[in-house]
């Protein structure tokens, strides 16, 4: 993440810190770290009994079910009073939710080899959140090792889809080296292409038209020599945090666009905005918003209050003690009015390419500044409510959307078939997305992990992390 008016050459001060965010941790030892996360518990077939179903393939609740899981799958659904094979666990679901898991579209994987503890951490902390999908957004070859542990079920986690390394304007800064860079990542097998700010027009020409030949995706920031117009038009995956809307939309007048523009919101010309949303949805580019990473740092109180924060006791102590110092550089002298104009944009944006058809997907940029992972899908959740979507709607950004999204059609809803991929919840999500924060317990690929185990496994992190937090700069 960082601002698309950053140099072509040279990645910013602030997008260097935001890059190197879980490269600097030096986290306790495996063996102070070590928690349920390192060893799979062995799957079983699994019943949860009278429980609620949600879906998600229609905005509806049913009631009082059996959902039996066998093989990592759902293999039936009918009335609760049915009888439970013998040999499954039988849990007693009655009263509570039971949902798809959810996804996160743009995570952070520790790209430095030799972090296992570290990684262990991150992994758990999504899982313990009901998030069973993650794509990373900063590739490293260990990745595509953890990926196949990860979507075999021989480690604990979300499955992973990942990045290469950063394409940038220091990594591909000619066309024949986006050449080689999109060649390289397509044949090590990386799923698909991470945009960084600073890549020229003509090699962005060049990475595009590879990526097309060999048949891999691009996806991420917008590089200000492209402009969002060109990226849609040259067939992007995603464009996470609406990046180069703003820009867009600014006047020839406009101070240089720092940090996604928030500083420029006096010289916004809105009347091409319906002009965007159209050639957004004629092109099918879904959206990663990143919303509530906005809202923490330009918004949500001072950084005494981010630190108060239950979650970011889950968080290294080192990485989490520059956050404060990272907040008041974004910042910086911008008034006030001006922050909540740029949010209030962003959640007009949001609406509008959901209205017109954009498919929406889940993601927080976690691990980020304050943006924990797992805890900060729910806040994610809660600004895509604010920004004018359904309880259902938001819901279904972290489910149908992202299921659709990746072609794999074996997730995202509860249904005979399908990949137990799920999260049992307390409350009913539909009538309030906050539900979602109160999990009793996660299934990934038919692993069951209870509400004793999720508590376990966060007291370890939390403790191997336990230090005072910093003081605010």
């Known amino acids: 993440m960082?601002?698309?008016g950053a140099t072509r050459r040279a990645l910013s001060p602030v997008l260097a810190a935001l890059l190197t965010v879980t490269a600097c941790a030096e986290p306790a030892s495996d063996a102070e770290a070590a928690s349920d996360a390192e060893t799979p518990p062995a799957a079983a077939d699994v019943a949860f009994v009278g429980v609620n179903v949600v879906p998600m393939s229609s905005e509806e609740v049913l009631e009082n079910r059996t959902v039996l899981v066998e093989d990592g799958r759902i293999s039936w659904i009918g009335a609760a009073d049915a009888a439970v094979p013998e040999g499954a666990q039988a849990i007693d679901a009655a009263g509570l939710y039971l949902m798809p898991g959810l996804a996160e579209m743009h995570a952070h994987v520790p790209p430095q080899a030799g972090q296992e503890a570290f990684t262990d951490q991150i992994l758990f902390l999504f899982l313990a959140n009901g998030v069973t999908t993650i794509r990373g957004m900063l590739g490293a070859p260990h990745h595509l090792a953890l990926r196949d542990e990860l979507d075999s079920g021989r480690k604990l986690g979300p499955r992973l889809v990942t990045t290469g390394p950063s394409l940038n304007g220091n990594s591909v800064p000619t066309p024949e080296a986006a050449r080689e860079a999109v060649e390289a990542q397509a044949a090590a097998g990386y799923d698909l292409l991470k945009i960084h700010p600073g890549i020229g027009a003509e090699a962005f020409d060049t990475l595009a038209a590879t990526a097309e030949r060999v048949g891999i995706r691009f996806a991420g920031h917008v590089p200000a020599e492209v402009g969002v117009r060109r990226f849609i038009e040259l067939g992007g995956s995603t464009i996470d945090h609406l990046d180069g809307y703003v820009d867009a939309l600014l006047s020839e007048d406009a101070p240089a666009p720092a940090f996604f523009g928030v500083n420029a919101m006096d010289h916004v010309d809105e009347a091409s905005l319906d002009e965007l949303v159209r050639l957004t949805a004629e092109a099918g580019v879904a959206q990663v918003p990143t919303q509530s990473l906005f809202e923490d740092l330009l918004l949500d109180g001072d950084v005494d209050g981010l630190y108060a924060r239950d979650d970011v006791r889950y968080m290294v102590p080192a990485?989490?003690?520059?956050?404060?110092?990272?907040?008041a550089s974004i910042r910086g002298d911008v008034p006030r009015e001006d922050l909540e104009r740029f949010i209030d944009l962003r959640r007009r944006l949001i609406r509008a390419l959901h209205d017109a058809g954009v498919p929406i997907l889940l993601g927080s940029d976690a691990p980020q500044i304050?943006?924990?992972?797992?805890?900060?899908?729910?806040?994610?959740?809660?600004?895509?409510?604010?920004?004018?979507?359904?309880?259902?709607?938001?819901?279904?950004?972290?489910?149908?959307?992202?299921?659709?999204?990746?072609g794999a059609e074996d997730r995202g809803t509860v249904a005979e078939g399908q990949a137990a991929d799920l999260i049992l919840l307390r409350g009913n999500p539909l009538e309030s997305v906050a539900n979602v924060r109160d999990v009793a317990g996660v299934m990934i690929q038919g692993h069951w992990l209870g509400a004793a185990e999720i508590e376990a496994g966060l007291a370890d992190i939390a403790e191997a992390n336990r230090s005072s937090a910093p003081e605010a700069p």
């Open 319 to 327: 990485v989490r003690e520059g956050w404060g110092d990272a907040v």
């Open 2 to 4: 960082t601002s698309p």
């Open 370 to 406: 304050f943006n924990v992972p797992g805890f900060s899908m729910h806040e994610e959740l809660d600004a895509l409510v604010a920004s004018g979507l359904t309880p259902y709607e938001a819901l279904r950004t972290g489910t149908v959307n992202i299921a659709r999204h990746l």
